[in-house]
């Protein structure tokens, strides 16, 4: 158990509806990290939150948004959702920003999403 | 686009066995991390190496970094059924003209590792 803790595990939805996923970094982690796992794309990094600043962006796209609450939690919107949004979305927190000290990124247990 | 590429793609071996994972990457980084997934599950961190390291240990765990090749190796010695899993290489990069790299972790395709008892 990484300590990240993530909900829903599994959510199914129809085309064009959104959805929020929501994540619980580890006790005193600062940073959360969102990143998307599919056959085809790979695990691919979506976005970085440190302290409730955005603080990356990686190939996240336009219909996604995500923020950081002063608890530090971290919700993943996905809106406009299409057949291709099916993916394994996963949350990783560290303790702080990097800066190039190499903060290892524990990662939660992910929510797989089903878009029909 | 994947920073990483793990070579193989796929790996089949005997209970004791070693096993040795290859992972080669574009550009400058600050470190190279290993996780482990198995089926569909979360990612599980294994072992960091910062770019002026060579070698790290852990446990079974043997993980080299080459930069002027731009490669990394991970090995596992005496294999069990449970390190049946797909690992994943994961770079951090360098901070280049644009500033740090603020954590973001590129990974590569995978090595699907399977340790038949």
């Known amino acids: 158990d990484s300590g990240v803790t993530q909900t829903p595990k599994h959510l199914i939805t129809a085309t064009g509806q959104r959805v929020t996923l929501r994540c619980s970094p580890r006790s005193g982690d600062l940073s959360v990290y969102w990143y998307q796992q599919s056959l085809d794309q790979g695990l691919q990094f979506l976005i970085q939150?440190?302290?409730?600043?955005?603080?990356a962006k990686g190939n996240i796209l336009e219909r996604f948004s995500a923020q950081q609450f002063p608890d530090l939690h971290s919700e993943l919107n996905l809106s406009s959702l299409e057949l291709g949004d099916s993916a394994l979305y996963f949350c990783?927190?560290?303790?702080?920003?990097?800066?190039?000290?190499?903060?290892?990124?524990?990662f939660g247990p992910g929510t797989r999403l089903t878009v029909l | 686009s994947q920073q990483g590429e793990e070579d193989p793609q796929a790996l089949s071996i005997q209970e004791g066995e070693n096993a040795t994972m290859n992972c080669s990457y574009k550009t400058s980084i600050n470190n190279l991390q290993w996780y482990r997934q198995n089926s569909g599950r979360g990612l599980v961190h294994l072992i960091l190496i910062r770019s002026n390291e060579r070698e790290k240990h852990s446990g079974r765990l043997r993980v080299t970094l080459d930069t002027s090749k731009k490669s990394s190796s991970l090995l596992i010695t005496a294999s069990r059924a449970a390190d049946t899993a797909s690992y994943f290489c994961?770079?951090?990069?360098?901070?280049?003209?644009?500033?740090?790299?603020?954590?973001?972790?590129?990974f590569g395709q995978g090595t699907i590792l399977t340790v038949h008892p």
């Open positions: 990783a927190s560290s303790v702080a920003t990097t800066t190039g000290r190499g903060d290892t990124q524990y």
């Open positions: 994961a770079t951090e990069r360098g901070s280049g003209a644009g500033g740090t790299s603020y954590g973001k972790l590129t």
């Open positions: 939150y440190y302290n409730g600043e955005e603080r």
